[in-house]
DNA sequence: TGTACATCAGTGAACGCGCGTTCACTGATGTAC
DNA sequence: TGTACATCAGTGAACGCGCGTTCACTGATGTAC
């Protein structure tokens, strides 16, 4: 559980500590969550000193931040992933699931991304690097390839806005128990996602993976 | 700004220290956010030791919870207010756009409001007081004043579920840079709620207040 | 191929800090007679 | 109305804790000659 290598087997350098680091950061938020995410205890999850992530990071901030954009990456790939396996409207039914689902199954790391957006006041949906394009971009774009007018700038920017927040505001309500009577009535929390997805009138012809 | 009273004029016993402690917290949120949030620090506020606390709750998350509840009863309010002020489908708008408004104006505070639930994995809509309604309960029979069919009982929760997501996602998002350009496109952070909830679908003829 | 040496990437001890909570205490209040 | 006393609601000092970060250090690596 402490770390990867046997004691005798790892080097006194690590090879990549970095990555390391990182990983170690996510397995925590999986199994303690977002409380349990400090420097020390990261390095501890890594099986390295204290001190050692210094040499990495800057400070606890950018190992976060380093978190965070992993998570990130993490969920545009769900979501192209997603998307490749429908078409027509479907698709954006399927981003809608998707992301919800991403946010369902990581709750600590889909937090940690939000925290650290946050506190940059910024999301990261700029696509600086083109071939990697952001999630939210993807949603955009996949309005404009079903039917929504690219040249309407502002209804599609306010189209995909409220998408987003539709999404975001499911995935934080999703675990309430009161939620729970009404998935299991749908027949589970997949089927509850994708009919409150449908009622948002966003993600039109909802359904289940 | 440390305590209302001057140091003569206070006397030891302090006569609704839980109270002063629940307000001191709120000012403590408003001033410096959530992460300066510690029994210390109200205690601090409050000009009082930091034992003191310990007489009036268990402990400090039974403190958070009273904040907590306090932020509820406060949107309850708002709310309710909101309403009063519009007639006939409007009615449903103006309850998003408060929702929305409020969450704006008290961000730590809302924040530590559903922090607090989500310990206990529970939204506080239960209405076991049945003259303070809850806000969730609220928008759901307005729902069904303007005309959503009451016996559809699925698709009536559905629908409330899906509005309560759907502002909290705004919620949440509409304090990021990404969006400021747009803010200032329709003429303010309320004109972009207000689109944003009129494109939901869920707020029909979302208009400013 | 071998050696000197700069650089890199770790260690572990220490720093000061604010935290939640407990404790023995004491001043103020209210009630019984 | 006055007094004894139980109870209530504060104080302030202390506890142990884990945190982020710094520091002087050292072991390992890689490069120049």
Chains 1, 2 share one sequence.
């Not at 204290?50 to 969920?75: I, Q, R, S, T």
């Not at 199954?105 to 940059?120: F, G, N, S, W």
Request: charged letters at 25%; one cysteine or more.
């Amino acid at each position: 559980m402490r770390d990867a290598h046997s004691a005798e087997s790892r080097p006194y350098h690590h090879g990549d500590l970095r990555r390391a680091l990182v990983d170690a950061a996510r397995r925590l938020l999986e199994a303690e969550g977002p409380s349990a995410l400090s420097l020390r205890a990261v390095a501890r999850e890594a099986g390295v000193s204290p001190a050692a992530p210094y040499h990495h990071f800057k400070d606890k901030a950018e190992l976060l931040d380093a978190v965070a954009h992993e998570g990130w990456l993490m969920l545009n790939t769900r979501m192209r992933e997603a998307k490749a396996r429908q078409q027509g409207r479907q698709q954006l039914t399927a981003l809608g699931i998707a992301y919800v689902c991403f946010a369902r199954e990581h709750p600590a790391l889909y937090r940690v991304m939000y925290d650290a957006a946050r506190d940059k006041e910024a999301l990261p949906i700029d696509t600086e690097n083109p071939d990697e394009e952001s999630a939210y971009c993807m949603v955009r774009e996949t309005m404009v390839e079903h039917g929504a007018d690219p040249t309407a700038q502002t209804e599609l920017e306010l189209a995909t806005i409220a998408s987003w927040c539709a999404a975001h505001g499911l995935a934080e309500m999703a675990g309430f128990k009161q939620f729970s009577e009404m998935k299991d009535a749908l027949g589970g929390e997949q089927a509850f996602i994708a009919a409150v997805l449908q009622h948002m009138g966003l993600f039109p012809h909802a359904h289940r993976d």
